[in-house]
Nanobody, 115 residues
Framework: QVQLVESGGGLVQAAGSLRLSCAAS????????MCWYRQAPGKQREAVAG???????NYVASVKGRFTISRDNAKNTVYLQMNSLKPEDTAVYYC?????????WGQGTQVTVSS
């Protein structure tokens, strides 16, 4: 069973930056994609960014140019560098990973951007 633990959330002013981390541990065999999702109050969870084991990335349009996803395969860790944050980025951010056809989720970390 893979466990995912996020860290790095917090309160930041608009235009500020935060860096989220998500470390995977446990029954790791070969993690494929790692992704960041977010869920704002009253809204559905949405995919924010994803990265394959080979480093191919994709982003939702609203964060392109502001967020950067990266991963350290040796540490089984994925990062999300968030710059130029906006109040509408406020949400609980979740890390997700896929391995051997199964998806795993972290508990989430709160990101709050004040105007």
């Amino acid at each position: 069973q893979v466990q995912l633990v996020e860290s790095g959330g917090g309160l930041v002013q608009a235009a500020g930056s935060l860096r989220l981390s998500c470390a995977a541990s446990g029954g790791i065999v070969s993690i494929n994609a790692m992704c960041w999702y977010r869920q704002a109050p009253g809204k559905q969870r949405e995919a924010v960014a994803g990265i394959t084991s080979g480093g191919i990335t994709n982003y939702v349009a609203s964060v392109k140019g502001r967020f950067t996803i990266s991963r350290d395969n040796a540490k089984n860790t994925v990062y999300l560098q968030m710059n130029s944050l906006k109040p509408e980025d406020t949400a609980v951010y979740y890390c997700a990973a896929s391995q051997l056809g199964q998806n795993y989720w972290g508990q989430g970390t709160q990101v709050t951007v004040s105007s």
